[in-house]
Nanobody
Framework: QVQLVESGGGLVQAGGSLRLSCAAS????????MGWFRQTPGKERDFVAA????????YYADSVKGRFTISKDNAKNTVYLQMNSLKPADTAVYYC?????????????????WGQGTQVTVSS
């Protein structure tokens, strides 16, 4: 099992950009599929983006498609979420997650390891 630590959250104005990073420990990171999810108070944790073990297959929620980009650097044991054209509706705690089956999926129950989350706040 990998341990995950997110960073890069913060406060940004609408239309701005942020890049989230998720650093993973463990020698098997390259075999994991990775995902980003987000959650606001009182709501379920929603899928944002996912990438397969090789970094060649990606999958996005409709709400972020064309604005967010997920990428994976196996040499650095890190997955990124580049977020552009941010909207106030993107405000949430963002979580990084890893799955052992290696695919790019939107089902949060398929993910085995989770980070502690990083807050993203977009002001209007």
């Amino acid at each position: 099992q990998v341990q995950l630590v997110e960073s890069g959250g913060g406060l940004v104005q609408a239309g701005g950009s942020l890049r989230l990073s998720c650093a993973a420990s463990g020698r098997t990171f390259s075999s994991y599929g990775m995902g980003w999810f987000r959650q606001t108070p009182g709501k379920e944790r929603d899928f944002v983006a996912a990438i397969d073990w090789s970094g060649t297959s990606t999958y996005y929620a409709d709400s972020v498609k064309g604005r967010f980009t997920i990428s994976k650097d196996n040499a650095k044991n890190t997955v990124y979420l580049q977020m552009n054209s941010l909207k106030p509706a993107d405000t949430a705690v963002y979580y990084c997650a890893a799955n052992r089956w290696g695919g790019a999926g939107r089902d949060r129950t398929a993910y085995n390891s989770w980070g502690q989350g990083t807050q993203v706040t977009v002001s209007s």
